[in-house]
């Protein structure tokens, strides 16, 4: 039997969804008797080249060619920001399961969101909007249940973690860090979500939610970014043992919550020292498991991007 998918975009993301879906329907088909194929996509710009091609997908503009297909079974939202939230409630209360990588939405929006879908009797998984490929949402949500789970810990934004590598092994200062960033596809051309910390505090809400049992919200987390550590900063901490990190941390005791993002001096044989560039890392702390790392590449960035700059990085000697 066939399951339909809609996605919703096909930039990054979204086309890799269309590869992988190609690529595995068939033990997919094996494992569950259910072979998925994605319907239709919708975007904004069909004509645009997106690395892949598409067979048997119909390409749209119009949302409704997805929410209101009644052989459309799941709907795939990989558009990012705030505004897919309506689709995504419409997908819901027309009884289709949804499937987002969206951690702002979540973040933000999540009660609502998983509320429309037990009230409609679908599911709602949201496994790559937190340290992207890593599993870390099922581990904390189902793996781990018989822990009580007291400290989060992590390095959950790449783009900052790529830019503090850099500032520590090539000596450079914040500005030409990020330039470099900007030019291989891992930060935006405004930064600001991610250096300013905002990125990783919504994905630390997503985490703390679920890990700790409670309506966690973004006022509740202490915020600080990486926009003012200098190169001095980071010789500093390095002559004196450590590295500096985007840290996200959070603790429960006793059902009291800390939570914070901030560049914190982490000491050089600790494991996370070791996570550079742009991967992701999470320890848990479990009173039944003790120290779990999870460790893995938090992004994925645009091939075609990253590989124009690639080439005026090398012309440039690096
Ligand atoms: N990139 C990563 O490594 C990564 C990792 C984990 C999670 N995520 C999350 O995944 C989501 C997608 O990220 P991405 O990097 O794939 O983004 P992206 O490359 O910018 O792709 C966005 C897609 O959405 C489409 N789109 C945007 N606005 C639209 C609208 N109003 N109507 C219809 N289509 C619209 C775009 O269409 P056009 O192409 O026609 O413009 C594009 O195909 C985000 O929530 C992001 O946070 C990304």
């Given at each position: 039997m066939q399951i339909r998918i809609g996605l919703l975009g096909c930039g990054t993301v979204g086309a890799g969804v269309v590869s992988l879906v190609r690529r595995r329907a068939d033990r997919v088909a094996d494992m569950t008797g259910l072979r998925p194929i994605v319907k239709t996509i919708l975007v904004r710009d069909t004509q645009k080249d997106r690395g892949v091609s598409f067979i048997d997908e119909r390409l749209t503009t119009s949302p409704e060619d997805i929410l209101a297909d009644d052989d459309i079974q799941i709907v795939v939202e990989t558009i990012g920001g705030i505004e897919p939230k309506t689709y995504i409630l419409e997908a819901l209360s027309r009884g289709k399961h949804v499937v987002t990588a969206n951690k702002d939405l979540i973040a933000l929006h999540g009660p609502e969101i998983l509320q429309t879908a037990a009230a409609h009797g679908v599911s709602v998984l949201f496994e790559a909007a937190v340290g992207g490929a890593i599993p870390l949402v099922g581990p904390l949500?189902?793996?781990?249940?018989?822990?009580?789970?007291?400290?989060?810990?992590?390095?959950?934004?790449?783009?900052?973690?790529?830019?503090?590598?850099?500032?520590?092994?090539?000596?450079?200062?914040?500005?030409?860090?990020?330039?470099?960033?900007?030019?291989?596809?891992?930060?935006?051309?405004?930064?600001?979500?991610?250096?300013?910390?905002?990125?990783?505090?919504?994905?630390?809400?997503?985490?703390?939610?679920?890990?700790?049992?409670?309506?966690?919200?973004?006022?509740?987390?202490?915020?600080?970014?990486?926009?003012?550590?200098?190169?001095?900063?980071?010789?500093?901490?390095?002559?004196?043992?450590?590295?500096?990190?985007?840290?996200?941390?959070?603790?429960?005791?006793?059902?009291?919550?800390?939570?914070?993002?901030?560049?914190?001096?982490?000491?050089?044989?600790?494991?996370?020292?070791?996570?550079?560039?742009?991967?992701?890392?999470?320890?848990?702390?479990?009173?039944?498991?003790?120290?779990?790392?999870?460790?893995?590449?938090?992004?994925?960035v645009c091939r075609q991007r990253a590989r124009l700059s690639a080439i005026s990085l090398r012309s440039c000697g690096i």
């Open positions: 949500k189902e793996n781990l249940t018989a822990n009580e789970v007291t400290d989060l810990k992590g390095i959950i934004n790449g783009t900052t973690n790529f830019i503090l590598s850099q500032m520590t092994t090539r000596h450079i200062d914040f500005a030409e860090a990020l330039q470099m960033a900007q030019e291989l596809g891992y930060a935006e051309a405004d930064p600001s979500s991610d250096v300013d910390g905002l990125d990783a505090a919504r994905k630390l809400v997503i985490l703390a939610s679920i890990a700790f049992h409670t309506e966690v919200h973004l006022s509740d987390v202490r915020v600080e970014g990486i926009r003012h550590i200098t190169a001095t900063d980071v010789r500093y901490a390095d002559e004196a043992g450590y590295v500096i990190k985007l840290l996200a941390v959070g603790r429960d005791r006793d059902g009291e919550l800390t939570l914070a993002v901030r560049p914190t001096l982490i000491p050089k044989n600790h494991p996370l020292a070791h996570v550079s560039d742009a991967y992701n890392a999470l320890f848990v702390r479990g009173d039944a498991a003790g120290d779990l790392m999870f460790f893995g590449r938090g992004a994925v």
